[in-house]
């Protein structure tokens, strides 16, 4: 009887010794997906990220835009404050999340703007 409980023992921590290295493998290819993302977006783009406390993929859903467009981000941000003021019932909370995302995307926009500044700029000798 013994010996049936330690081989049940034995089975049970090798499979969840299997399931741990594979959880581990999956963490580090999502890490180092997330940190060739962040290179990609440029350190001005993750700096921004950081102070927001948003990435720009997440400001981008809650204000419903899919490109870059300041018209687009006014728009929808003047409708999702006006519907969550606290005085018609809405929250404040989500209030806030709207304001941070616009300020969000306008930081991106601005490094946008600059980084084209750059580009078109002649290289000086």
Same mark, same amino acid.
């Given at each position: 009887?013994?010996?049936?409980?330690?081989?049940?023992?034995?089975?049970?921590?090798?499979?969840?010794?299997? &399931?741990?290295? +594979? #959880?581990?493998? @999956?963490?580090? *290819? $999502? /890490?180092?997906?997330?940190?060739? &993302?962040?290179? +990609? #977006?440029?350190? @001005?783009?993750? *700096? $921004? /990220?950081?102070?927001?406390?948003?990435?720009?993929?997440? #400001?981008?859903?809650?204000?419903?835009?899919?490109?870059?467009?300041?018209?687009?981000?006014?728009?929808?941000?003047?409708?999702?404050?006006?519907?969550?003021?606290?005085?018609?019932?809405?929250?404040?909370?989500?209030?806030?999340?709207?304001?941070?995302?616009?300020?969000?995307?306008?930081e991106e926009l601005r490094i946008q703007a600059q980084e084209d500044r750059e580009r078109e700029q002649p290289p000086k000798m």
């Amino acid at each position: 009887m013994a010996k049936y409980l330690a081989q049940i023992i034995v089975m049970g921590v090798q499979v969840m010794g299997r &399931a741990f290295a +594979r #959880a581990l493998q @999956q963490e580090f *290819a $999502a /890490s180092r997906a997330a940190a060739d &993302a962040r290179g +990609r #977006a440029g350190h @001005q783009s993750a *700096a $921004a /990220s950081n102070l927001s406390g948003l990435s720009l993929q997440e #400001a981008q859903q809650i204000l419903n835009v899919s490109k870059l467009s300041p018209e687009e981000i006014q728009k929808n941000y003047e409708h999702l404050f006006k519907v969550n003021d606290k005085s018609v019932g809405g929250s404040f909370y989500l209030q806030s999340k709207v304001v941070r995302a616009k300020e969000r995307l306008e930081e991106e926009l601005r490094i946008q703007a600059q980084e084209d500044r750059e580009r078109e700029q002649p290289p000086k000798m």
